[in-house]
């Protein structure tokens, strides 16, 4: 059976042009980018060349790239080392209640740490308000972060609005964009962020590895302290192979982009719309224009998330039920509860994230499948039978 | 010393060795045989390495302007 893979928001597969950049540094150009000799050198240019591409993907300058480990640490270092930064000014942070794990957990071990943080809600569709980070800023506030997609729902929040509005407060502000760099424009400048995230692995770029981007000037410590790596912000012999894999990873998206965004919006919209049209009761979640273009994500009333998954796995298909974090935990997802979905109804998520190797076919053989699947579910599930209750 | 007229040039003071060579040659990457590539650097460890890594590539360094900046490096693409 062949195996279709719709879980893109997770995790993408690396493309063949990522693998090849990396292989000779896996091999003979296995140096310490610290190294002052020969070896060290030709390790360090392969990296460097990567912090260029980066840069250019972002509309940033190369010294404003820092690499680190994952988007997770992206995160981290981004809320922890303005924390540190900027403890005179005061003790405040505001971010999203729909914010990946990397930055809630993170938030709540601040607040552990006596910070106070503002959880900003969001609409029905997702949707961050402009002017309730106005509202909530104070001149105690040291940093705003709000993610540019939610992983999700995939709505697209009004970054560049916010960003606005914290660079004429002067509150420093950040984003997690580790869903949308290289599938939608994440142009830095046009997003008056000082501090973005991004990951590797979500542009079809190899796992344990990702990068902040830090605007020149911002005040923010180091999160890993020993040696000077990365200009002395980030300490840790670099993951080089990693690095040179985001660097032709972030290259490539550059160049197609468009046309893959393209591609996947013609899927999720055929996804959608069948969905909605053949699985009774559904609702879709998210926003239904400003949503990321590879995202089409549902909520079954009547059936668990993590059945239909598991149903939905057997004919072939990987898909995924709230984040992929969050699978196989028992509570609903924190977004959809914050998005004001009744929690019965949220129970039964299911995220379907396509990418560029995804085709038309598959998509329609999936709308033959999901029907099947859910009936089954809603067939044998204690709902559909009062009596078992 | 003339001047010799520049098509890029980049501004690497304040970058430490070897950096400073790698991104010189990242940008000679991307010029065509014959351009010439304008590089300020600090003086002492920079202005001496930079040239040397860079003729050990086979380019070719046409002048060397020491000025109150810095040291102005003009490198032609092999």
């Known amino acids: 059976m062949e195996q279709v893979y719709f879980d893109h928001a997770a995790t993408t597969p690396p493309r063949a042009e990522v693998i090849h950049a990396m292989l000779p540094y896996l091999a003979d150009r296995w140096g310490n980018p610290s190294s002052l000799h020969a070896t060290g050198v030709r390790a360090l240019e392969g990296m460097e060349r990567a912090r260029e591409r980066v840069a250019a993907l972002l509309g940033a300058e190369p010294d404003e790239i820092v690499f680190t480990g994952s988007g997770t640490e992206a995160d981290n270092h981004a809320l922890i080392g303005v924390i540190c930064a900027l403890r005179e000014k005061g003790d405040h942070i505001i971010t999203s209640a729909v914010e990946h794990h990397a930055i809630l957990h993170t938030a709540t071990f601040l607040e552990e740490c006596g910070l106070r943080v503002t959880r900003l809600p969001v609409d029905g569709r997702g949707l961050a308000d402009p002017g309730e980070v106005r509202a909530a800023i104070t001149d105690h506030t040291m940093l705003v972060s709000v993610m540019h997609a939610n992983n999700e729902v995939g709505t697209i929040q009004p970054i560049a609005e916010i960003g606005a509005i914290c660079r004429e407060r002067g509150v420093l502000f950040h984003t997690d964009a580790v869903q949308t760099v290289g599938h939608v424009p994440t142009d830095v400048r046009a997003m008056h962020v000082d501090l973005l995230s991004l990951s590797a692995h979500k542009l079809h770029g190899p796992k344990g590895v990702g990068a902040l981007y830090i605007r020149k000037g911002t005040r923010i410590r180091s999160y890993l302290h020993g040696g000077g790596q990365e200009l002395g912000r980030r300490a840790s012999t670099e993951n080089v192979p990693g690095i040179v894999g985001l660097g032709e990873a972030a290259r490539l998206a550059g160049g197609e982009m468009s046309w893959e965004a393209g591609h996947s919006a013609k899927l999720r919209d055929a996804i959608i719309e069948g969905v909605l049209e053949r699985v009774p009761d559904v609702v879709v979640t998210g926003h239904p224009r400003q949503r990321l273009p590879n995202n089409a994500s549902f909520c079954v009333p009547d059936a668990e998330g993590e059945s239909i998954l598991l149903g939905l796995d057997l004919e072939g298909f990987a898909v995924s039920s709230g984040s992929a974090c969050t699978s196989g935990a028992l509570e609903p997802s924190h977004v959809l509860l914050t998005m004001g979905i009744p929690r019965e109804t949220a129970r039964g998520s299911l995220r379907v994230s396509v990418g560029r190797d995804n085709t038309m076919e598959q998509v329609e053989r999936f709308l033959e499948v999901l029907p099947r699947v859910v009936a089954r579910i809603r067939d044998s599930s204690p709902a559909a039978h009062p009596a078992l209750r | ?78």
Not at chain 2, 14 to 43: A, S
């Open chain 2, 1 to 78: 010393m003339a001047t010799p007229e520049a098509d890029k040039s980049i501004d690497l003071r304040g970058t430490p060795c070897p950096l400073n060579w790698v991104k010189t040659k990242l940008r000679l990457e991307e010029m065509q045989p014959g351009q010439v590539l304008e590089v300020l650097v600090d003086g002492g460890e920079p202005a001496r390495n930079v040239p040397r890594s860079v003729e050990a590539e086979g380019h070719r360094v046409l002048a060397l302007n020491d000025g109150p900046g810095g040291v102005h490096i003009f490198i032609e693409r092999k």
